[in-house]
């Protein structure tokens, strides 16, 4: 048999690798073997791990002795050879020599080739091996004892080799900048400083909730700090009031009392409730005690910082435990550029007002009667037509029938009876009357059979040749829980005919002969 090269001139013992798919099942190996045993299969799965597949059992093997090689056929392919794995045939001959000749005797000629063929097998196994060998440059001073421990120094950093290889690209970088880097560790304590400072800053504007309790605050800072240091700033919101003479304990490192300057520059002590739950407070570290940067406030209170020693021009507002200081300059600026409101309704405008009382600013509807929501009706009647007869005995409805005004919603008027919301009100009303003695008007509540607001006593002169007429005003404020029905009456003591109820003046305007007017206060 004729033991070949390949074109190369390379001896072939190895044929592969082969891709698996799940359904092939016979692959080429391209030198010869004298018997099948001579055949090592090899797989490699999709985790790297390799496996020597069994003869007969996964295997079984054709052509052998041919000297152009022959074929293996896989027993289950879809089991042995998947998607995702590699298969390569590798020769594998044992190293025996077992023909033996005699002195003087006969040679078999076929037998001695195989001998031949079966170590030119053998050496070309031993190149195939070789070749895929580390080996050492041929002018090199490494020893194969120094390589072997240096490989074996590799395999026990295996995990961190893997590390850096995954980064190269950013390893290639950093030996680009090499000079930048040198330069950088020649600053090491400036690089440290800016560290320091990026934790002072990321702590001094981070807001963080406290813990602990309002005599023994505790705070877990933005940034962990690892010791106190004079200048150290936190921003913290209280989680509850202050206690007396509270102390405050950063990351574990130690209670400090807690102090602020008062009006008189003096550091004291907390007081009870002197800072409340929900509000920001900054806190410095002198070296010695955490003191409150923030000046005393009160949550949605607006104060002059300083107290009455500082002119009124610096304001704190504090609304809902976030404190904003502006000059009052500022202030008024900014209400100045707020949009007009040119037709306030009375149940939604407010003015900011200060309760003494309770020690806190509140939002009340804006007050004064020029300002509030205002609904106008009269009685008028054509030029030259009198106001009507009056009768004794009873309060009778007083006619209204003309809408001047109406700035609330939810009123209206509709045949002399007034509809009003729910709120608080205060009515001005009067109607005249001629001759009537002794006078008074009423606003009633007609849905609730009450009065809701009772006029003056007036008098007119009783003499029959009398023509004085007089008003009876009424006025007052009163609160409806809902929407209510009223009426403007009057009663008078002595009756009259035609006039009354008011006598025409016909000087070409409407006559008036009763008037109210409702404001909105709340």
């Not at 022959?70 to 025996?96: C, H, K, M, N, S």
């Not at 440290?192 to 505790?218: D, F, R, W």
């Not at 003499?463 to 829980?481: H, K």
Request: aromatic share 6%.
């Amino acid at each position: 048999m004729v033991v070949q090269t390949e074109s190369g001139g390379e001896p072939v013992t190895k044929s592969g690798p082969y891709f698996g798919n799940g359904v092939s099942a016979v692959l080429d190996y391209e030198f010869p073997v004298l018997v099948e045993t001579e055949l090592e299969v090899r797989r490699l799965n999709a985790s790297g791990t390799e496996t020597v597949l069994a003869l007969t059992t996964h295997y079984t093997v054709q052509d052998v002795g041919v000297e152009t090689g022959g074929t293996i056929t896989l027993v289950d392919p879809a089991t042995d050879f998947p998607t995702g794995t590699q298969i390569v045939i590798l020769y594998d001959g044992e190293f025996d020599q077992n023909v033996r000749y005699s002195s003087q005797g006969g040679v078999d000629l076929a037998l001695f080739e195989d001998s031949l063929d079966s170590q030119m097998m053998h050496l070309r196994q031993l190149k195939e091996e070789v070749d895929r060998s580390v080996k050492t440059d041929a002018f090199g001073a490494v020893d194969v004892d120094t390589l072997v421990a240096n490989v074996n120094a590799l395999a026990a950093i295996e995990a961190d080799v893997s590390t850096v290889a995954g980064i190269a690209p950013n390893v290639t970088t950093v030996a680009g900048i090499a000079g930048d880097v040198t330069a950088v560790a020649a600053i090491a304590g400036d690089v440290s400083a800016v560290a320091a400072g990026v934790t002072l800053a990321e702590n001094a504007t981070t807001i963080v909730l406290t813990g602990g309790t309002s005599t023994a605050y505790t705070l877990a800072a933005a940034v962990t700090i690892t010791a106190y240091e004079a200048g150290q700033l936190f921003l913290l919101r209280l989680h509850t009031d202050t206690g007396v003479d509270a102390t405050f304990n950063v990351d574990g490192l130690g209670a400090k009392d807690l102090k602020w300057y008062d009006n008189a520059s003096a550091l004291t002590g907390t007081l009870a409730g002197e800072w409340q739950e929900g509000q920001i407070v900054a806190v410095v570290y002198d070296g010695t005690r955490f003191v409150i940067a923030t000046q005393q406030l009160f949550e949605n209170t607006l104060v002059a910082v300083g107290g009455p020693a500082v002119p009124a021009d610096l304001v704190v507002l504090s609304a809902g435990g976030v404190n904003e200081s502006v000059t009052v300059t500022e202030l008024f600026e900014a209400i100045d550029g707020l949009a007009v409101d040119g037709t306030p309704d009375g149940s939604a405008d407010y003015v900011m007002t200060f309760d003494d009382d309770a020690g806190t600013v509140k939002k009340v509807l804006f007050g004064g009667l020029g300002g509030q929501a205002l609904l106008h009706v009269r009685e008028e009647q054509a030029s030259g037509v009198n106001g009507g007869t009056s009768t004794s005995g009873s309060f009778q409805t007083r006619v209204l029938n003309t809408v001047k005004t109406n700035e609330i919603t939810g009123a209206s008027l509709a045949a002399n009876v007034i509809t009003l919301p729910a709120g608080t009100y205060w009515v001005e009303a009067g109607c005249v009357a001629r001759r009537a003695q002794n006078q008074k008007s009423r606003l009633r509540n007609t849905t609730d059979a009450t009065t809701a607001v009772v006029g003056l006593n007036t008098n007119v002169n009783t003499d029959d040749t009398s023509e004085n007429t007089m008003i009876a005003p009424c006025s007052g404020r009163f609160t409806i829980a809902g929407a209510k029905a009223f009426e403007l009456q009057h009663q008078v003591e002595l009756g009259l005919a035609t006039i009354g109820l008011g006598a025409a003046a016909a000087f070409g305007e409407v006559e008036v002969y009763s008037d109210v007017k409702i404001w909105k206060v709340l």
